[in-house]
């Protein structure tokens, strides 16, 4: 099994921006590809998916405006374009493969990147 690469987390001040990116991406399952995230002493929670066929995708409250999921140029990649950025964005960033709705929440049913972090500084 081909292990899932993230990249593109960073340091960056409050406001601004980065890119994610997560390789290689394998949209033949049919479930949507995403990112979660999970701070240090909190629970991993879901950020963004993207449904590999349709294009169609869904965010987390906390980022609906700001986020912005797309599958990227190269081959089986996606990325997370992540603007204006806050200090609570701050967090590992993990792409997974196999998101679904369930029990209340959307979970990764499929296999997880090592993370790339991210610290948004205020």
């Known amino acids: 099994q081909v292990p899932l690469v993230e990249s593109g987390g960073g340091l960056v001040q409050a406001g601004g921006s980065l890119t994610l990116s997560c390789a290689p991406g394998?949209?033949?399952?049919?479930?949507?590809m995403g990112w979660f995230r999970q701070a240090p002493g909190k629970q991993r929670e879901f950020v963004a998916a993207v449904h590999w066929s349709s294009n169609s995708t869904v965010y987390a409250d906390s980022v609906k405006g700001r986020f912005s999921i797309s599958r990227g140029n190269a081959r089986n990649t996606f990325l997370l374009q992540m603007n204006s950025l806050r200090p609570e964005d701050s967090a590992v960033y993990y792409c997974a493969t196999q998101i679904k709705y369930y029990e209340g929440a959307y979970r990764n049913f499929g296999s997880w990147g090592q993370g790339t972090q991210v610290t948004v500084s205020s």
């Open positions: 394998r949209g033949g399952n049919g479930y949507p």
